[in-house]
Structure formats: C-alpha cells, structure tokens
C-alpha cells in the first residue's frame, strides 16, 4: 500500500543528483513545461517534472527516438519498471524520483500503465482511422491519464480532479489531432474517427484525406467536441480551490486560444501555416494564472 504524504514546501526527498537527471530529461524536449510548472511548491514541481519526464521517455521510444531495436519491447519493459517502483525498487535517477513521487502524491499504477499503453498504440503499424471507441480510448491513455496523475500532484480534490482529467485530457488531445493533421499525414497516420469519415466522404488514406472537400466539415465537428470538453472541464475547476487547479487553468487556456486559430484557419488547407497570436496566448495564460477568463 503506497503511503501519501502531504509536505509539499520543500522538493522531494531525493538526491539533488537524481533531481538534476530528470529536470534535464524535461529541459531537452525543448517545451516551455519547465518553466510553466514553476509556479508549483518546490515537491509539487519535482513530481510533475517526473511525470513529464516518464512521459518524455516513453513518448520516444514509440517515435522511435531512441535507438531500440523493438520499441514495442521496450515498452513492455517499462510496465515491469513501474511495476517494480510499486514494490519499492527504484534503479534509475527517474525511476527514484518516480518512487518519491508515487509515495508523496499517491499516484496510481493503473495511470503509468495506461500511458505506456497509449504509446504502445502509436508503436509498429501507423493509426489509420480509428474508430471512435478506440480514438477515445487513446485519448484516454495518451492525455487524460496524464491528467489524472497530475491532479494528484496539483492536489485537486478526488471527486473532481478525476472528471477534471477526463475533459481536459479529451480537449487538449482533440486540439493536438486537429492541429497536427498534416504532419501526422506525412507519417502516415490519420487519428480522425472512421465513422466520420465515412460520414463527410473523407478517404480513410491520409495523404488523400488532406484536401478531401469533406474535410473542414469534419474537423469542425471535432473542433466542437473538444469546446465542449473545454466548457465542462471549467465548470469543474471552478469548484476546486484555485491553487489546486492553477497549471490546469494556464494549459486549458493555452490550447483554446490554438484551437480557435485552427478554427479560424480551417481545414480547406490543412498544410498552411497555423498563425497563433502570441500576445493573445500569453495573456489568456496570465489571466487564467489570475483565475480570470477571457
């Protein structure tokens, strides 16, 4: 039974060594996460730089960013590595942080494992049209479980911090789908849902899904599922103290000022340039910080 303790004011008890290793895994991926989570108490932050950093991890090996010879494989492994952590044996600079914070925040095993097997689906043959069950259920293991481990982390009451995941997860996953169409095309990869486009006439190749007339009528629907998911994860923050669900607020409010680009933009041309107002997103970041919406 993994214990939960709550002294979040100082960084967690781990060697400055190992701390230093992960903040670093965080620092290559080249994101503004870093600097985003320091608005979190020092434990706070170690745990979510070490969840980011699993994440990163993973996320490579199912890109093939890293030399395996069968990421797959890898994968697996990892499952018996988190498995391990939850028996107390840590044998890695990540995986001790990793322990460190599964003791702190009571992190659940069945979220690790739901990420490793989001990846393992973006592992071998490329996704093509999925079905809905399935693109929600890779939602699901790709963002919302990451979501339910952070709201541990961020100390979101239980009751909400899950339903919380479940939206927010759902909305920022459907803004990276939309918004990365064309490069997913380019890998071979085509995320929309097979029922839709069978609906909208939108051929399930990707290469010949990008400029199907179709196309912006699709991903409008979409567009509209993950406002949807956006309006109800709002509601439930504002039933949580504000400081529970701060970081939640500034990501929520970063993706919905992308998602209404895209929408702006649309998907007649899904390879033109996305034009993202910088000084509209970082100011709906800062008033969100705030507790204020645009």
């Known amino acids: 039974m993994v214990s939960v303790r709550h002294n979040t004011s100082q960084g967690l008890p781990c060697a400055p060594s190992d701390l230093r290793q992960v903040e670093e895994i965080v ?41 395996h010879d069968d990421p797959a494989s890898a994968l697996e492994s990892w499952k018996g590595r988190i498995a391990a952590l939850y028996e107390g044996q840590a044998d890695t600079a ?4 990793l322990l ?26 490329p996704v093509v049209a999925p ?25 979101t009451p239980e009751e909400q911090g899950d339903r919380l995941a479940y939206h927010l997860g759902r909305a920022l996953q459907l803004t990276n789908i939309l918004r990365d169409i064309a490069e997913d095309a380019a ?21 010949e899904a990008l400029y199907a007339v179709g196309l912006d009528g699709l991903c409008r629907i979409l567009a509209g599922r993950a406002k949807d998911h956006f309006r109800r994860a709002t509601a439930l923050m504002k039933q949580c103290p504000a400081a ?11 993706y919905r000022v992308t998602l209404a680009a895209l929408c702006r933009r649309g998907w007649r041309n899904p390879e033109a340039p996305l034009r993202v107002c910088s000084v509209r997103k970082k100011l709906a970041m800062l008033l969100a910080a705030a507790g204020v919406s645009l």
């Open 27 to 67: 620092n290559r991926s080249g994101t503004s996460f870093g600097r985003g989570m320091k608005i979190l108490p020092p434990g706070r932050r170690d745990g979510m730089f070490a969840i980011y950093a699993f994440c990163r991890v993973v996320d490579d090996i199912a890109d093939g960013d890293t030399p």
């Open 94 to 97: 990540l995986e001790r942080v």
């Open 100 to 125: 460190e914070a599964i003791r702190q925040f009571g992190l659940r095993q069945d979220d690790f494992i739901a990420i490793i097997d989001g990846m393992l689906m973006d592992c071998g043959e």
């Open 131 to 155: 079905d809905e069950a399935t693109l929600d259920l890779y939602c699901d293991r790709v963002a919302s479980a990451v979501g339910r481990l952070s709201v541990r982390i961020f100390g």
């Open 187 to 207: 890998r071979g990869r085509l995320y929309l849902p097979a029922e839709l486009l069978r609906r909208y006439s939108v051929p399930t190749d990707p290469a």
């Open 244 to 254: 529970t669900v701060r970081p939640a607020r500034i990501m929520a409010a970063s």
